[in-house]
Every structure is written in structure tokens, then in C-alpha cells.
């Protein structure tokens, strides 16, 4: 007799690998999207506090421990971009910088700057840089 076909066991089989293979595909590409998104907000965190940093640069009579300044603020002076939000496409963050000298330093790259960032889907508080 002269088998034409598969066999209903040979097809599930097939059907079995592909769905473990999809499976395997779609959750590296989760978390790969995941990584790639946690690392943009890294990169406007960052964004912030070089802008801030150019900022009190600029402004040095305002460089005081204490010193607070907004993302609206290094938007306005041209300082930083607007902050698109990487989790949201038609979205935008907004952020703030603190800044905390070193006891006993007046030096302006002994200060730490605490930024924090919120969007619609993230927020983190009081990151410090330099790192």
C-alpha cells in the first residue's frame, strides 16, 4: 500500500515544535522590547542631568545645595529636548533635578544631583549622578 500523506500524530508533532518555537520567539522579543525601553529611560535620566549640569554651569549664583530645577525649565532654556516618553508614543515625561553638596566642598562637580523622572507608565525618584 503507498502511503500519500502524514500521519495525524507526524502533523501534531509539527504543530507541537512550532508552538514551542513561537513561544521562545515572542518571549525574547518581550523581553528584548523590555530592556530597550527600561534603557531609553535610563538615557533621559541621564539627559536630565547633563542638562541640568549645562544649566548650572551657566547659572552659577543658583547653584546652592537644595537647589531645585524642572525638565520645563532646561526645555525653555534650551538646555535639554522635550522628553518623549519611550513607553508611550504620543506621550512626554517630565522630570526634576536636585542638587546636594559634598560637606565642606564648593567645588561644582562635587555635587550630586538626584534626578527624577515621571512618565505616564514609569517613575523612578531620586537616581543620583555622577554615578
Not at 530597550?36 to 529611560?41: E, F, H, P
Not at 525653555?76 to 565642606?104: F, H, Q, T
Amino acid at each position: 500500500m503507498k502511503k500519500n500523506g502524514y500521519t495525524l500524530i507526524e502533523l501534531l508533532a509539527v504543530i507541537v515544535i512550532l508552538g514551542v518555537v513561537g513561544g521562545a520567539a515572542i518571549f525574547s522579543y518581550t523581553q528584548y522590547s523590555k530592556h530597550a525601553r527600561d534603557k531609553a529611560y535610563e538615557n533621559l535620566e541621564e539627559t536630565l542631568f547633563e542638562g541640568a549640569q549645562n544649566y548650572y554651569m551657566d547659572h552659577i549664583d543658583k547653584l546652592v545645595s537644595g537647589a531645585s530645577i524642572d525638565s520645563n525649565t532646561l526645555i525653555n532654556g534650551n538646555y535639554i529636548d522635550k522628553l518623549a516618553d519611550p513607553g508611550d508614543n504620543n506621550g512626554s515625561c517630565n522630570g526634576s533635578v536636585r542638587l546636594e553638596e559634598n560637606a565642606g566642598s564648593f567645588d561644582i562637580a562635587d555635587y550630586k544631583y538626584y534626578v527624577s523622572l515621571q512618565c505616564k507608565r514609569f517613575k523612578i525618584n531620586d537616581v543620583v549622578f555622577p554615578k
